[in-house]
Structure formats: structure tokens, C-alpha cells
């Protein structure tokens, strides 16, 4: 049941035709007493099950399941409970407000559950830090008792208010501050995953508030600082006075990996959902924690750094935990993003200390890393690249002639953005360049590598056409679109087709069908994750190609492949 609700899950409403079969099978196990664990997945299935077919497909079984499932919350066992708490997160997901009337009946149970005890109040009891599946765990040490099914159902629990907060958030708003009084106080030290899901909700908090005072929907950040569009001012007090000052202690001072790669995430949440608003006067505290971060300084890292420093004495590479670095990376990101180019003198430090990483005594994976967050900064602050140009433009011609998947990959997409943003600097190594980018295509064996060495052989060409062999790259880039590895890619390619100059244009007549193909997948695969702006752009692009006799015979001839769905969806966007 549980590998059938990850399936529902990942298939989303690809489900649909099959829901009305499914529900019947699964809303059994529901209905049996005979195992408390089965019915729990049982429900938990019901809940995805909902969440991927919607409000409408579902609104026949909501009124009778949702009744059956406050009716089996009554019963003691943790199991179901938490299945519950699971269910009315995806039911909250689909109704949105609507979900509101719900939230007198839930709260109480959840408060219940917040309340239980998870360890022996004996103060000599030892926690114990990784408890046994069973309900009651014991150690040689003291007396040690952690209910591990309560301390799943407490997990449930403290998700559950985040995702109230986050989906309906003007019905839920009455509730929070009791909410977060009992989340404040519930025991952290007994399983460092409450502290995960606690760091989490509260971010979900900080938003529900701003969703509820801005009617549910976050105004559109703009870069910079001091921050033009603020947030309200409860979600400011709360995220400045109460969340953000736990969150820089978790960085600095947590021991727990896990909590600390949740902290760096949530914060990165909320700089892309509330943007600088989030950064306001604290920039130095980002800061700070970074450099703590980058120079595995924190109170997470010590340990096995010294580890690490150990093993470089004996020549081996330093290794750490890359899920860390990969978030505190993005966080990087996130922060130069929201803030704008107006904080580089004081992010040169950050900037500086992501150069060490690129080269020993960190492993290669911390490179890739590195390189990608350097392609981000790139791209959003150009006026950098002059200054780091040097050091980094060497590694990736290096890097694509290695043959190394991942690594080649980031190093091709940044040669791309190098010749994008930086013409005057690339502009004499344009060989060198298109060298390094063949190696790129040719060597590796995975294919998402070479997707990006096509999409920055393209970058290259609308960037240097005046210093490129135009045929030779017209035809490496177009005989292998549209991009089936890293099928996001396509969105850079279709905004570069708008970008290429009229004396490239002229050598594309051959491959019009391939530059259709690319534009509509943007359009209508979701894989490509292309926002409403690019599709409108991509549409008009397609329209204007379309006022030629042999284009509009070559879009009709590509309709007529797709389904309703994808036509349906086209339409909206190329007329």
C-alpha cells in the first residue's frame, strides 16, 4: 500500500481513469478491522488518491470518507491517527478554504498528539538515538522508553498545522497562535526529527500568515534591499522576532545534519515564495551563517571535519555530506537573487570561499556543486563575471574534456552562459570554446550532459554568430533537438530561438519542423517546467514563424500527432 501510494503520487493525474477501480479496492482495508496497520495505509492511499484526481473527481467519497476517517481518529492507535493526519493534508490541498469548516473538528486531536509524552520523565533517562520499531525501546543505560508509533503520529501532527497554513490559510489563521504556543513547547530532544518537521511548519506559518492578509496569494517579490514589496507586518514580527532567530541557532549550533539541511531549505522557501522581505535588516546573519556553513565551522560539521582533515593527511580528498552543501548552495543562490547586485561587496566573501571548492582538497562532487552555483551567479549578476572569469573558465574547459558525467554537465552549461553574459571575454576563445563543447557532446555517457552542451553550443551562437562557423553549429545544435535527458533544457533553447539573428535564420529553413517541436514542448510538457511568460513568448515566436504558407502546413501537420489534452493547451498559446 505504501509503494502504491508513492506511485499515485508520482503519476498524478495520470490516475484518473482509473480512481473510480482503485477507490473501491483500497476503501476496503478501510472498512476491516481485522489489521489497524493495513487500514492507516489504506487511508493514506485515499489521501493521494484525492490529491491527484482533484476537488470535482472526488467530491462523491468526501463527505462519507472524511466522516469514517474522524470516526477511526477515535480510536488509540498511533497508526491510524497518523494515516488521518496524512489524509486531511492532501484534503486540504484540494479544497483549499473550503477545507476551513474542518479545522474545529482536526484541532483538538492534533493538540492531543502534540501533547503526548514521547520519553520517561525519569530525569537520568537516556534518549535513545536510534529507537527500535517497536512501541517501547529500552537501553543498558538508565531507563530509556521512546514510543516510536506516537512519535510518528507527532510527526504527522506538526505537518499537518504547516500544511493548514500554507492551504488555507485564512481559515486556519484563528488557530495558529495556539498552534505555535504548543509547537514551541513540544520536546525536541527526544527525536532530532521533531526539530525537522517543526523547522518546516514554522515556515509554513510565516506564509500562511502573509497568504491570509494578502488573500491567498503572495505578491510578486522584486529584488533588492532594502525590500520594496514587504511582507505584512504579523508575518514579518513572527518570521523576524520567533523563526528566524531558532533557524540562525540551527544553523550555527544543531549537531543534526538532517536539521540543519530543512533549516537551509525553508529558508530558501521563503525567499523564493516572499522574496527580500524575507532578508530585511539581517543580511549580516545570512551572511554569517554561509561563511559558518562554507568553512565547516558549524556545530553539525566539526566533528567530522576533524574527521576529514585526518583523512587529507593521509592524502584522500576532504568528504562531507553533499545534501548539505546542495542546499546550502541553493541558499546562496536564493539570497543573491532576492537581494540583488546592491549586496556583492559584502557576498564576495561567500563568492570567494565557492572558488576553494572547485578545486582540491574537495571532491569532485563538491565541484559540480560549485560550478552549478556559479552558473546561478552568472546569471544573476553579470557584473561578477569579469572578476571570477579567470578562475573559473579554465576549470570548465578542463571539465568538459574529462568525460565525467555530472561534472561535464555543469561545466558545459556554464561555458554557455559565459559566451551569454560574458561576449567580450569569450569573444577571442570562441575554438576553444566550441572545442571544449564538442568534447562535452561527445564523451560522456549519460545524456543530460550532452543536452547541455547542445543548449550552450546555441548560447554561443546567438552570442558570437559573427565568429562561429554558423553552418557547422546550426547543424550540431539542431540535429539533435528537441533535448530528451534534461528536458528542461528545451526552455533555454526555445528562448534562444527568439534571440538568433537574421543571418543565422537564413541557415534554419531545413529544420523549422525541429523548431517546432522544441517550441510546443515547452509549451505543453510539464517536464519543462516553463512558466506562463516563456509559453507566451514561445507562442508568439511560433505565430510569427506561422505567417509563412510552409510553416502553418508544418504546425497542422504537428497537431495532428497530439492529443485533446496537448492541443487544447497549444491553442491557448499559438493561434
Not at 245 to 252: E, S
Not at 365 to 388: M, Q, R
Request: charged share 25%; hydrophobic share 45%.
Amino acid at each position: 500500500l505504501l509503494a502504491f501510494a508513492a506511485v499515485v503520487e508520482a503519476t498524478g493525474e495520470r490516475v484518473v481513469p482509473f480512481f473510480p477501480v482503485l477507490m473501491e479496492e483500497v476503501v476496503q482495508y478501510v472498512r476491516s478491522d481485522e489489521d489497524e496497520y493495513l487500514k492507516g495505509k489504506a487511508i493514506i492511499v485515499v489521501g493521494r488518491l484525492a490529491a491527484a484526481v482533484g476537488k470535482e473527481l472526488f467530491q462523491p467519497y468526501l463527505e462519507k470518507f472524511t466522516q469514517q476517517v474522524l470516526s477511526e481518529m477515535e480510536t488509540s492507535v498511533s497508526e491510524v491517527k497518523e494515516a488521518a493526519y496524512s489524509y486531511f493534508g492532501d484534503i486540504a490541498k484540494i479544497l483549499k478554504e473550503d477545507f476551513a469548516p474542518l479545522i474545529p473538528t482536526l484541532m483538538p486531536s492534533i493538540i492531543n498528539t502534540l501533547l503526548l509524552s514521547d520519553a520517561a520523565e525519569d530525569p537520568s533517562a537516556k534518549v535513545s538515538e536510534e529507537p527500535t520499531l517497536g512501541d517501547l525501546s529500552e537501553s543498558d543505560e538508565g531507563t530509556v522508553i521512546v514510543r516510536t508509533a506516537f512519535m510518528d503520529e507527532k510527526f504527522g501532527a506538526i505537518h499537518v498545522l504547516g500544511v493548514l497554513a500554507k492551504q488555507c490559510p485564512k481559515g486556519f489563521l484563528p488557530f495558529m497562535k495556539e498552534s505555535v504556543g504548543y509547537l514551541e513547547n513540544v520536546r525536541e530532544d527526544v527525536h532530532e526529527f521533531v526539530k525537522y518537521h517543526v523547522t518546516q511548519t514554522l515556515q509554513e506559518f510565516v506564509e500562511g500568515i502573509n497568504l491570509a492578509f494578502f488573500g491567498g496569494e503572495h505578491p510578486k517579490p522584486i529584488p533588492g534591499l532594502p525590500p520594496k514589496v514587504k511582507m505584512c507586518d504579523d508575518a514579518a514580527a513572527f518570521y523576524f522576532e520567533r523563526v528566524l532567530p531558532r533557524y540562525v541557532k540551527a544553523l550555527c549550533e544543531d549537531e543534526s545534519r538532517e536539521v540543519v539541511v530543512k533549516t537551509l531549505e525553508s529558508i530558501s522557501d521563503l525567499l523564493k515564495a516572499i522574496g527580500p522581505a524575507i532578508i530585511g535588516n539581517y543580511l549580516h546573519e545570512y551572511i554569517d551563517c554561509i561563511v559558518l556553513l562554507l568553512n565547516q565551522k558549524a556545530a553539525c560539521m566539526l566533528e567530522e571535519y576533524e574527521d576529514d582533515l585526518e583523512e587529507e593527511k593521509d592524502g584522500e580528498m576532504l568528504d562531507h555530506d553533499e545534501m548539505l552543501l546542495a542546499n546550502l548552495v541553493e541558499l546562496v543562490q536564493d539570497v543573491a537573487k532576492a537581494a540583488g547586485p546592491g549586496i556583492i561587496p559584502q557576498y564576495r566573501v561567500v563568492i570567494d570561499i565557492l572558488v576553494t571548492y572547485t578545486k582540491p582538497p574537495h571532491p569532485e562532487n563538491d565541484c559540480v556543486i560549485a560550478l552549478g552555483a556559479f552558473c546561478e551567479l552568472f546569471k544573476t549578476w553579470p557584473e561578477i563575471l569579469p572578476e571570477y572569469f579567470d578562475r573559473i573558465y579554465p576549470l570548465c574547459i578542463e571539465a568538459c574534456e574529462s568525460g565525467r558525467d555530472e561534472l561535464t554537465r555543469n561545466a558545459a552549461y556554464c561555458l554557455g552562459l559565459m559566451a551569454e553574459y560574458g561576449r567580450d571575454l569569450t569573444l577571442h576563445r570562441v575554438h576553444e570554446l566550441l572545442a571544449a563543447l564538442k568534447s562535452a557532446f561527445e564523451l560522456p555517457k549519460a545524456q543530460e550532459p550532452k543536452d547541455n552542451a547542445v543548449s550552450s553550443l546555441l548560447r554561443v551562437l546567438v552570442a558570437l554568430h559573427e565568429k562561429v562557423p554558423v553552418e557547422v553549429v546550426v547543424n550540431a545544435v539542431f540535429e539533435n533537438l528537441p533535448l530528451n535527458g534534461d528536458v528542461e533544457e528545451n526552455q533555454s533553447v526555445a528562448r534562444n530561438f527568439i534571440l538568433l539573428p537574421l543571418d543565422v535564420m537564413k541557415h534554419l529553413e531545413r529544420y523549422i519542423e525541429k523548431i517546432l517541436i522544441v517550441c510546443f514542448k515547452v509549451i505543453v510538457d510539464k517536464r519543462c517546467e516553463a512558466d506562463e511568460e516563456l509559453k507566451g513568448l514561445v507562442g508568439k515566436y511560433v505565430c510569427k514563424l506561422g505567417e509563412e504558407e510552409k510553416v502553418r502546413q508544418a504546425i497542422n501537420g504537428l497537431m495532428v500527432k497530439m492529443n485533446e489534452t496537448e492541443k487544447a493547451i497549444l491553442v491557448k498559446y499559438v493561434r
